[in-house]
């Protein structure tokens, strides 16, 4: 039996069609990222690596300022930050809100992750640390789990932070290891907080056992490897202020 008509199909047309996900959705827009960072040729490299791996980055900063600036302005999904910037610490940028009321995602940018440095971005609510030894494509998985609401810690991050915890510093420990690291003898420290020397040797000695080591520049170099010298050891321009000054030259 002859057929009386043929079916005429539409062309495709590819200007037409749009581009969806394997779920037959249409993608979500790119991650919008801030970097912050004092150094700008860091804040080069991460824009570099977030750019090459699909993640925009919608601008730089290197102050606590400029990085509210920026959050008044904008949406932003996440802010990748450095610890400390020359008008204050990174960490207090985390409690930061958009125009919008929104607070981004924060990942710190950090040279060492040591254990209390972990510890202390999982307690101001940072969703995630690198460091400068982060392998590129670890830097940009890191970046993009933040921008979709996950945490993006390691186990071993993790598990370091949970030691560091367990390591935790004492006030009083504090104004010991403090005190250390701008190289103030034991009757120093003592004479400093109203203590006997012997009251010093035995925080010292307790310290050193706990951190299993048998010297002063031991214990400094283990507290700065396991992040827990953040806040307590001397700013530059304060060891400079203990380096003692050059003789004056008399006047003739």
Known sequence: M????????????????????????TPTPPVRCLVVHPLPVVRRGLA????ARGLHVVGEASTAAQTRAWLRRHRLDVVVVAPELPDGSGFDLTDTHDHRG?????????????GGL??????????GLIV?????????????????GELAYSPAQLELA???????LTPRERDIVRELAS????????????????????YLARLYRRFQVTSRIELLNRLRAEGLLEGVEPSPTDLRSLTPSPPSTPSS
């Open 2 to 25: 002859a057929m009386r008509g043929r079916h005429h199909s539409r062309p495709w047309r590819p200007e037409a069609a749009q581009p969806r996900s394997a779920a037959g959705r």
């Open 48 to 51: 570099s690596i977030l750019s």
């Open 102 to 114: 929104r607070s981004p995602a924060w990942v710190v940018f950090a040279v060492t992750g040591g």
């Open 118 to 127: 972990v510890a202390e971005a999982l307690r101001r609510g940072a969703a």
């Open 132 to 148: 400068a030894s982060s392998q590129p494509d670890e830097i940009g998985r890191v970046v993009g789990l933040a921008g979709r």
């Open 162 to 168: 949970r030691a560091a915890t367990e390591h935790r």
């Open 183 to 202: 190289a103030r003898s034991n009757d120093e420290i003592a004479a400093s907080f109203g203590l006997r020397p012997k009251t010093v040797e035995t």
